[in-house]
């Protein structure tokens, strides 16, 4: 059993910059694949950057070059650091854990544990 919480969202102006952690408790969170995914109002759950037990990266196209997803495993963290934000970006955000293979975990159904989200809101 893993759990996951999230912090470090909050209100931030276009062009600004965040912070979200996803601190998870449980062992084994090495061997663990974590996604970030978004939702905003009235629409889907959205990948946003994932980051396997490897070590690959995969981001969606929307993101890449704003935002960078690491992981300590020494302190079960995971961080998004999200910089040049846009209104767009406004969402509330989950942290998700996999401990299961999937070809590409960019998919929600990949994942077995959910944050409860922060939200991100960015003003223009």
């Known amino acids: 059993q893993v759990q996951l919480v999230e912090s470090g969202g909050g209100l931030v102006q276009a062009g600004g910059s965040l912070r979200l952690s996803c601190a998870a408790s449980?062992?084994?969170?090495?061997?663990?694949?974590i996604g970030w995914f978004r939702q905003a109002p009235g629409k889907g759950r959205e990948f946003v950057a994932t980051?396997?037990?490897?070590?690959?990266?995969s981001y969606v196209n929307s993101v890449k070059g704003r935002f960078t997803i690491s992981r300590d495993n020494a302190k079960n963290m995971v961080y998004l650091q999200m910089n040049s934000l846009k209104p767009e970006d406004t969402a509330v955000y989950y942290c998700?854990?996999?401990?299961?293979?999937?070809?590409?975990?960019?998919?929600?159904?990949?994942?077995?544990?959910w944050g409860q989200g922060t939200q991100v809101t960015v003003s223009s």
């Open positions: 449980g062992r084994s969170f090495s061997n663990f694949a």
């Open positions: 980051i396997r037990s490897g070590g690959s990266i």
């Open positions: 998700a854990a996999a401990n299961r293979y999937s070809p590409g975990y960019i998919y929600s159904t990949s994942y077995d544990y």
